[in-house]
């Protein structure tokens, strides 16, 4: 095997041990505070759900509401982003629920934050309406493993080309 392709072949080999090792987003213990607390049992749902950072934060935060199981619309949009603060409003969410669970994800320093609070309204109504058909989930084709298994085996298909050109050149002297 020539040198240029032993060189090839192991960077190759190290792209590929760099793409599968590396973690997707360095992660901090989370918030330090919530309010409402994860857990906390309340009278009314609360107009908005405040998680605290030990570090500065940054757009774009993103947030999502599940009520008994069933997603919520946030009629204010996106969280608000404030130094170490995500604000995720609740103002103008007609749903009403006995077990909330508030979600997010957010840019920081140490990587990106992402976690979950939940809280109840025991004297809410159950929210059993039927979940809307039609609503569609994000697809994103990175999100789904096959097409990592496909650089994966690209990477392994170059590797043995490279190292049976080497035998050919060998056999050929």
Same mark, same amino acid.
């Given at each position: 095997?020539?040198?240029?392709?032993?060189?090839?072949?192991?960077?190759?080999?190290?792209?590929?041990?760099?793409?599968?090792?590396?973690?997707?987003?360095?992660?901090?213990?989370?918030?330090?505070?919530?309010?409402?607390?994860?857990? %906390? /049992?309340?009278?009314?749902? !609360?107009? &908005?759900?405040?998680?605290?950072? *030990? +570090?500065? @934060?940054?757009?774009?935060?993103?947030?999502?509401?599940?009520?008994?199981?069933?997603?919520?619309?946030?009629?204010?949009?996106?969280?608000?982003?404030?130094?170490?603060?995500?604000?995720?409003?609740?103002?103008?969410?007609?749903?009403?629920?006995?077990?909330?669970?508030?979600?997010?994800?957010?840019?920081?320093?140490?990587?990106?934050?992402?976690?979950?609070?939940?809280?109840?309204?025991?004297? %809410? /109504?159950?929210?059993?309406? !039927?979940? &809307?058909?039609?609503?569609?989930? *994000? +697809?994103? @084709?990175?999100?789904?493993?096959?097409?990592?298994?496909?650089?994966?085996?690209?990477?392994?298909?170059?590797?043995?080309?490279?190292?049976?050109?080497?035998?050919?050149?060998?056999?050929?002297?």
């Amino acid at each position: 095997m020539s040198a240029a392709r032993r060189r090839l072949l192991i960077l190759s080999f190290a792209a590929t041990v760099l793409l599968l090792g590396a973690p997707v987003a360095a992660t901090s213990e989370g918030p330090v505070s919530v309010d409402p607390a994860d857990g %906390a /049992e309340l009278d009314e749902a !609360p107009a &908005a759900v405040t998680f605290t950072f *030990d +570090e500065p @934060v940054s757009d774009p935060a993103y947030a999502s509401v599940i009520v008994d199981g069933h997603p919520v619309t946030l009629p204010a949009g996106d969280p608000i982003v404030d130094g170490g603060r995500v604000v995720v409003d609740l103002s103008g969410v007609e749903t009403a629920g006995r077990d909330w669970l508030v979600a997010y994800r957010v840019p920081a320093q140490s990587g990106v934050l992402d976690g979950s609070t939940r809280f109840s309204v025991p004297t %809410a /109504e159950v929210n059993d309406e !039927p979940i &809307a058909q039609g609503v569609q989930e *994000d +697809e994103s @084709v990175w999100g789904t493993p096959w097409p990592w298994a496909g650089v994966v085996a690209l990477v392994l298909v170059l590797a043995v080309v490279l190292a049976r050109g080497g035998r050919r050149e060998r056999n050929a002297r």
